[in-house]
């Protein structure tokens, strides 16, 4: 199962023309719970993977990094867009073993240049908590809003 899985890390990272060290960097950096780390391989992945043109939306990031969170399938079960609590989140890493974090992701895009995108981060995390995404997951979580205007990214990370 692992050289499968290694197997599926390498094709990927060249599906998607990431360097599999970018990635196991950046989900490095999630479960050590680096939060700088982590935005920075993925504020790099946003600067050298897509287009320009492919950021139209939210559902863009969502798929984008959805994709890349295949390389956690070992340790988590990976769930989009799946109703839970009083609607329906964007991705949730759901650890597979007791004593590892879980993460739940919200992602929000802006329309406009001047939108505060660390405030649209931080009302993405209060969104998760309000919609009580969370009420399926036991252990130790980490809310992470990402909130998006075209390549630039700001992230807020809360422990639960």
């Known amino acids: 199962n692992q050289e499968v899985q290694q197997e599926f890390q ?10 599999g060290t970018d990635l196991f960097t950046m989900f490095s950096a999630l479960k050590r719970r680096k939060k700088e780390d982590f935005k920075d391989k993925y504020q790099r992945i946003l600067l050298t993977l897509p287009s320009y043109h492919d950021l139209k939306d939210e ?9 890349m969170c295949a390389w956690l399938c070992h340790d988590y079960k990976i769930i989009s867009n799946r109703e839970a609590g009083k609607g329906r989140c964007d991705i949730v890493l759901k650890a597979r073993k007791e004593n590892q974090i879980s993460y739940i992701l919200e992602f929000k895009y ?3 240049s001047n939108t505060d995108l660390k405030e649209l981060a931080k009302t993405t995390v209060e969104q998760i908590k309000d919609r009580k995404y969370d009420t399926e997951i036991s252990g130790k ?3 992470i809003g990402l909130a998006h205007y ?9 422990e639960k």
């Open 141 to 143: 979580i980490i809310y």
């Open 10 to 19: 390498k094709l990927t990272a060249h599906y998607l023309k990431v360097a």
């Open 110 to 112: 802006a329309k406009d």
């Open 59 to 67: 559902n863009s990031y969502h798929m984008m990094l959805l994709g």
């Open 150 to 158: 075209q390549k630039n990214v700001e992230i807020e990370w809360q």
